[in-house]
């Protein structure tokens, strides 16, 4: 991954991919998170990138607020994805971020609505339901 990030320096797959792998394989966080920058900054609209990188964040960094709006951008790139705002609440509820997490599942549950997917939306608000009795 090193090699592919170092032949073309300016590929926002090859850095992704890089950083991914750094954050997952080792423990080179500060690497990774300069990787992930570089990416995100070769291409800000990447939505792989920009949900890895804010799960980086939000795991490693406990750097929720920029987390935050970095799944807020990933999420309007990709149309309002429920799955966007699934790996959201995952990686606050991981970080014990729990008032993010409850956010992102609430917009689940409303784009899930949107859809037509009733099943989903309900279950997220079971879910919600449940992190919610944890907060009290």
């Known amino acids: 991954f090193r090699r592919a990030a170092l032949a073309d320096p300016d590929d926002p797959l090859n850095l992704g991919t890089f950083?991914?792998?750094?954050?997952?394989?080792?423990?080179?966080h500060d690497e990774a998170e300069a990787m992930f920058r570089r990416a995100v900054a070769a291409d800000p609209d990447d939505a792989r990138n920009l949900g890895n990188f804010a799960a980086f964040l939000t795991r490693?960094?406990?750097?929720?607020?920029?987390?935050?709006?970095?799944?807020?951008?990933?999420?309007?790139?990709?149309r309002g994805d429920v799955a966007v705002a699934l790996s959201a609440s995952r990686a606050f509820l991981a970080a014990g971020s729990v008032s993010h997490a409850v956010r992102w599942l609430?917009?689940?549950?409303?784009?899930?609505?949107?859809?037509?997917?009733?099943?989903?939306?309900?279950?997220?608000?079971?879910?919600?339901?449940r992190v919610r009795e944890r907060l009290s």
């Open 19 to 28: 950083a991914t792998f750094l954050a997952r394989a080792t423990s080179t």
């Open 60 to 78: 490693e960094r406990g750097a929720h607020d920029e987390a935050e709006a970095l799944f807020q951008k990933r999420h309007e790139e990709d």
């Open 106 to 129: 609430g917009v689940g549950a409303d784009r899930a609505t949107e859809l037509g997917r009733a099943d989903l939306a309900n279950r997220l608000r079971e879910k919600l339901g």
